[in-house]
C-alpha cells in the first residue's frame, strides 16, 4: 500500500470517529497522517474543525492557517477560520475572512449570515442588515438570517420589523425554538402580551426543558403585574437550569412586588452567589435596602449600577478620580454632575452644601432646563451648562453618589429646606399671570414621562380625579407634557388651568409651584422641586414605592414639607384619592 492509500484510509477512519462524535479518537488519526505527511490537507482542515468543536480555537486557528497555506482559495476553509476568529473575539480579522471566503465563492450564503453576525459585534448594524440581507437573496428560505436579520431590529427596537422577520424565520422552520422565544420578547415590548403568552405555550410544547421560555414568560406576567404566576415561571425555570442567575434576580423583583422582601433578598443573594459580578442582582438589591432604611449596605451596593450594562456607556471617564467621601477636599475642586433623572438632581443636589463645608471649591454641571433652579442655591457655585467646556478641578461625583460619600442614614438626611427657590423675577410674572387669587390654589401632576419605566404604576388618568377636580379650588396643570390617554379628559375637565406652553423649564414651574396652596403629585420631578421648596406637596404613590420613598410612612426625612398617600394594594388609586379628598375638604373654609 502507498503511503497516498494509507493516508486516505486514515483520513477515511478519521472522519468516521469524527462523525461518530469520538473526537479524542479522531484527534489521534488526524495527527497520525501529519506525522506521515505533514501538509496533508484534509488532515490539517478537519483537525481545524474538530478543535474548534471542542472549543480549543487557538490550536484550530493554527491548523486552519496550515491548510490555507496549502489551499490559500478554498472558501470553506476561510469560512472556518471566520468562526473560530470570532469565538476568539477577533472580530475585525473574523471579517477579514469571511469576506475573503465571498470572494472565492460569491454565492456563499453561509459566509454572508456569519459576516452580519460578526458585523453587529462591532455595532456596525446597518453593515450586518445589509450582510443578512445578501444571505436571503442567495437563499430565500434562509430561516437563521431571518432570525438574525430579526435580533438586530429588536436591538434597534424597530419591533414590528423584527416581529416580521421572526415570523418569516418560523414560517420556514416551524421547530425554530430560539425564534419562537424571541418572537415572544418582541410581543411583550409591543405590548401585545396574551399573545407573547401563547407564544411562550408554543415554545414549551415544542420544547418542555427550554428553561429561557419559562423565563421570559416569568417577564411577561410580570409585565402584566401578575407577580405569582410570575414566581410559578421562574421557579420552574429554576428547576430545569439551576444556575439560572438571572430567574433568581427576576424572582427577587417578584417577591420584591408583593412586599415579601426576606424572600426578594434571598432570591438576590442567590443570584450573585451564583454569578458574583452580576450588577443587576447587587443594584436590585441595593433599592431594596434602601427602601428598607438599611441605608449603609443599601447606598454601598448603589455603585453597581455603574457595571450594569445598559450604564456602561454612560459613565464619565475623567482623568481625575472618583470621590466617594475618602479624600479630604480642602482647597480643592469638586465636579458634581446630573445622572439619572431631573427629580434624582434636584433631590439629591443638596448635598452640595455639605461638599461647601468640607473646604471643596464646588462645579456644578446643569442642563438647561434646570440652569434657572439651580442658579437659586445659596451659596458660590460654580455652575456650568452640560456641554460647556468644564473647568479644572481634582475629584468627579455623580450626584447620586454622594449619599454614599456622606454615609448617609436616616437620621442623618440633610433636611434643612427651602434648597431651591423661586426666580424673583418669574415670580412676578407668574403672578401677574394667574392674576388675584379668588380660592385655595391646588397644582396637579397626575402623570409623569410615558417613556419611564415605572410610568404604569407610578402615572394617573386624569379622570379618576373627577371626584377631587369637582371641589372648589382653583386647579391648575403643573404638567408640561399631557399624555395621548389624557387629551380628551383635559378638555372635557375645563375647570383645570393648562400652562404646558408657557413652561420653558423649571424655573417656570417652580413659580407655579410658588403660587399654589397645595400641590398634588404623582412621583415625578415636580414632586421633588415642590418638597425642595418647601412647598405643601402631597405625593401619590403606588403600592411599591420607588425606593427613596420607604415603606408605611406619610411624611418623607427627605423633604419635611411632604405627606405620602399610599395605595393598599396594587393599582388601588380609588382609595388613595378618596383619602385625598377628605384632606382637600378640610381646606375649604381657609
Same mark, same amino acid.
Given at each position: 500500500?502507498?503511503?497516498?492509500?494509507?493516508?486516505?484510509?486514515?483520513? =477515511?477512519?478519521?472522519?468516521?470517529?469524527?462523525?461518530?462524535?469520538? %473526537?479524542?479518537?479522531?484527534?489521534?488519526?488526524?495527527?497520525?497522517?501529519l506525522?506521515?505527511?505533514?501538509?496533508?490537507?484534509?488532515?490539517?482542515?478537519?483537525?481545524?474543525?474538530?478543535?474548534a468543536?471542542v472549543?480549543?480555537?487557538?490550536?484550530?486557528?493554527? %491548523?486552519?492557517?496550515?491548510?490555507?497555506?496549502?489551499?490559500?482559495?478554498?472558501? @470553506?476553509?476561510? *469560512?472556518?477560520?471566520?468562526?473560530?476568529?470570532?469565538?476568539?473575539?477577533?472580530?475585525?480579522?473574523?471579517?477579514?475572512?469571511?469576506?475573503?471566503?465571498?470572494?472565492?465563492? &460569491?454565492?456563499?450564503?453561509?459566509?454572508y449570515?456569519?459576516?452580519?453576525?460578526?458585523?453587529?459585534?462591532?455595532? !456596525?448594524?446597518? #453593515?450586518?442588515?445589509?450582510?443578512?440581507?445578501?444571505?436571503?437573496?442567495?437563499?430565500?428560505?434562509?430561516?437563521? /438570517?431571518?432570525?438574525?436579520?430579526?435580533?438586530?431590529?429588536?436591538?434597534?427596537?424597530?419591533?414590528?420589523?423584527?416581529?416580521?422577520?421572526?415570523?418569516?424565520?418560523?414560517?420556514?422552520?416551524?421547530?425554530?425554538?430560539?425564534?419562537?422565544?424571541? @418572537?415572544?420578547?418582541?410581543?411583550?415590548?409591543?405590548?401585545?402580551f396574551?399573545?407573547?403568552?401563547?407564544?411562550?405555550?408554543?415554545?414549551?410544547?415544542?420544547?418542555?426543558?427550554?428553561?429561557?421560555?419559562y423565563?421570559? =414568560?416569568?417577564?411577561?406576567?410580570?409585565?402584566?403585574? !401578575? %407577580?405569582?404566576?410570575?414566581?410559578?415561571?421562574?421557579?420552574?425555570?429554576?428547576?430545569?437550569?439551576?444556575?439560572?442567575?438571572?430567574? *433568581?434576580?427576576?424572582l427577587?423583583?417578584?417577591? =420584591?412586588?408583593?412586599?415579601? %422582601?426576606?424572600? /426578594?433578598?434571598?432570591?438576590?443573594?442567590?443570584?450573585?452567589?451564583?454569578?458574583?459580578?452580576?450588577?443587576?442582582?447587587?443594584?436590585?438589591?441595593?433599592?431594596?435596602?434602601?427602601?428598607?432604611?438599611?441605608?449603609?449596605?443599601?447606598?454601598?451596593?448603589? &455603585? +453597581?449600577? +455603574?457595571?450594569?450594562?445598559?450604564k456602561?456607556?454612560?459613565?464619565?471617564?475623567?482623568?481625575?478620580?472618583?470621590?466617594?467621601?475618602?479624600?479630604?477636599?480642602?482647597?480643592?475642586?469638586?465636579?458634581?454632575?446630573?445622572?439619572?433623572?431631573?427629580?434624582?438632581?434636584?433631590?439629591?443636589?443638596r448635598?452640595?452644601?455639605?461638599?461647601?463645608?468640607?473646604?471643596?471649591?464646588?462645579?456644578?454641571?446643569?442642563?438647561?432646563?434646570?440652569?434657572?433652579?439651580?442658579?437659586?442655591?445659596?451659596?458660590?457655585?460654580?455652575?456650568?451648562?452640560?456641554? #460647556?467646556?468644564?473647568?479644572?478641578?481634582?475629584?468627579?461625583?455623580?450626584?447620586?453618589?454622594?449619599?454614599?460619600?456622606?454615609?448617609?442614614?436616616?437620621?442623618?438626611?440633610?433636611?434643612?429646606?427651602?434648597?431651591?427657590?423661586?426666580? &424673583?423675577?418669574?415670580?412676578?410674572?407668574w403672578n401677574?399671570?394667574?392674576?388675584?387669587?379668588?380660592?385655595?390654589?391646588?397644582?396637579?401632576?397626575?402623570?409623569?414621562?410615558?417613556?419611564?419605566?415605572?410610568?404604569?404604576?407610578?402615572?394617573?388618568?386624569?379622570?379618576?380625579? &373627577?371626584?377631587?377636580?369637582?371641589?372648589?379650588?382653583?386647579?391648575?396643570?403643573?404638567?408640561? #407634557?399631557?399624555?395621548?390617554?389624557?387629551? =380628551?379628559?383635559?378638555?372635557?375637565?375645563?375647570?383645570?388651568h393648562? $400652562?404646558?406652553? #408657557?413652561?420653558?423649564? *423649571?424655573?417656570?414651574?417652580?413659580?407655579?409651584i410658588?403660587?399654589?396652596?397645595?400641590?398634588i403629585?404623582?412621583?415625578?420631578?415636580v414632586? $421633588?422641586?415642590?418638597?425642595?421648596?418647601?412647598?405643601?406637596v402631597?405625593?401619590?404613590?403606588?403600592?411599591?414605592?420607588?425606593?427613596? +420613598?420607604?415603606?408605611? @410612612?406619610?411624611?418623607?426625612?427627605?423633604?419635611?414639607?411632604?405627606?405620602?398617600?399610599?395605595?393598599?394594594?396594587?393599582?388601588? +388609586?380609588?382609595?388613595?384619592?378618596?383619602?385625598?379628598?377628605?384632606?382637600?375638604?378640610?381646606?375649604?373654609?381657609?
Amino acid at each position: 500500500m502507498s503511503k497516498l492509500d494509507s493516508t486516505d484510509n486514515l483520513v =477515511q477512519k478519521g472522519a468516521a470517529y469524527h462523525h461518530q462524535g469520538n %473526537f479524542d479518537q479522531a484527534e489521534e488519526v488526524y495527527k497520525k497522517i501529519l506525522k506521515i505527511e505533514q501538509n496533508n490537507f484534509d488532515a490539517l482542515q478537519l483537525l481545524g474543525s474538530l478543535l474548534a468543536q471542542v472549543e480549543k480555537y487557538l490550536e484550530a486557528l493554527k %491548523f486552519l492557517n496550515k491548510a490555507l497555506k496549502v489551499k490559500p482559495n478554498d472558501a @470553506r476553509i476561510q *469560512f472556518n477560520k471566520g468562526i473560530v476568529l470570532k469565538e476568539l473575539k477577533r472580530f475585525d480579522e473574523a471579517l477579514e475572512s469571511y469576506d475573503r471566503a465571498i470572494q472565492i465563492e &460569491e454565492g456563499y450564503a453561509d459566509a454572508y449570515n456569519n459576516r452580519g453576525i460578526v458585523l453587529k459585534e462591532l455595532k !456596525r448594524l446597518d #453593515e450586518a442588515l445589509e450582510s443578512y440581507d445578501r444571505a436571503i437573496k442567495i437563499e430565500s428560505s434562509y430561516s437563521q /438570517a431571518y432570525y438574525n436579520r430579526g435580533i438586530i431590529l429588536q436591538e434597534l427596537k424597530r419591533f414590528d420589523e423584527a416581529l416580521s422577520h421572526y415570523n418569516k424565520a418560523i414560517a420556514i422552520n416551524p421547530n425554530y425554538i430560539d425564534a419562537f422565544n424571541n @418572537r415572544g420578547v418582541v410581543l411583550k415590548e409591543l405590548k401585545r402580551f396574551d399573545q407573547a403568552l401563547d407564544n411562550y405555550n408554543q415554545v414549551i410544547a415544542l420544547k418542555p426543558d427550554y428553561a429561557k421560555a419559562y423565563y421570559n =414568560q416569568g417577564k411577561t406576567f410580570q409585565e402584566l403585574n !401578575r %407577580f405569582n404566576e410570575a414566581l410559578v415561571s421562574y421557579n420552574k425555570a429554576i428547576k430545569i437550569k439551576p444556575d439560572y442567575a438571572e430567574a *433568581f434576580n427576576n424572582l427577587g423583583n417578584s417577591f =420584591q412586588e408583593i412586599k415579601k %422582601f426576606d424572600s /426578594a433578598l434571598v432570591n438576590y443573594d442567590y443570584a450573585i452567589a451564583l454569578k458574583p459580578d452580576y450588577a443587576d442582582a447587587y443594584f436590585n438589591k441595593s433599592l431594596l435596602l434602601i427602601l428598607l432604611g438599611e441605608y449603609k449596605q443599601g447606598w454601598q451596593l448603589y &455603585e +453597581w449600577r +455603574w457595571k450594569q450594562e445598559f450604564k456602561i456607556n454612560t459613565i464619565r471617564l475623567y482623568k481625575q478620580p472618583l470621590w466617594l467621601g475618602n479624600e479630604s477636599l480642602t482647597n480643592k475642586t469638586l465636579l458634581i454632575y446630573i445622572e439619572q433623572g431631573f427629580g434624582d438632581f434636584i433631590q439629591f443636589i443638596r448635598y452640595i452644601f455639605l461638599v461647601e463645608r468640607l473646604g471643596a471649591k464646588v462645579i456644578i454641571e446643569v442642563p438647561l432646563t434646570l440652569m434657572n433652579i439651580i442658579k437659586t442655591l445659596k451659596g458660590k457655585f460654580n455652575i456650568i451648562q452640560s456641554g #460647556e467646556l468644564l473647568p479644572n478641578f481634582d475629584y468627579h461625583c455623580p450626584v447620586m453618589s454622594l449619599p454614599l460619600a456622606f454615609k448617609t442614614t436616616i437620621k442623618s438626611i440633610p433636611a434643612k429646606l427651602p434648597y431651591i427657590y423661586v426666580d &424673583e423675577k418669574k415670580k412676578i410674572l407668574w403672578n401677574k399671570k394667574l392674576g388675584k387669587k379668588e380660592k385655595t390654589r391646588v397644582g396637579l401632576v397626575w402623570s409623569g414621562n410615558p417613556e419611564h419605566k415605572n410610568d404604569s404604576n407610578r402615572s394617573i388618568l386624569l379622570k379618576k380625579f &373627577e371626584n377631587i377636580i369637582s371641589l372648589p379650588f382653583e386647579f391648575h396643570c403643573l404638567q408640561k #407634557e399631557i399624555q395621548e390617554t389624557d387629551i =380628551q379628559t383635559i378638555i372635557d375637565f375645563s375647570q383645570i388651568h393648562q $400652562h404646558q406652553k #408657557e413652561i420653558a423649564d *423649571f424655573s417656570d414651574t417652580a413659580a407655579l409651584i410658588d403660587a399654589m396652596d397645595i400641590i398634588i403629585s404623582v412621583d415625578t420631578s415636580v414632586a $421633588h422641586l415642590a418638597g425642595a421648596m418647601g412647598k405643601n406637596v402631597w405625593v401619590l404613590l403606588p403600592y411599591l414605592p420607588d425606593f427613596r +420613598w420607604m415603606l408605611d @410612612r406619610k411624611d418623607s426625612p427627605w423633604y419635611p414639607s411632604a405627606k405620602l398617600y399610599r395605595q393598599n394594594m396594587k393599582n388601588n +388609586w380609588h382609595d388613595v384619592l378618596e383619602e385625598l379628598k377628605i384632606d382637600l375638604l378640610k381646606f375649604i373654609d381657609k
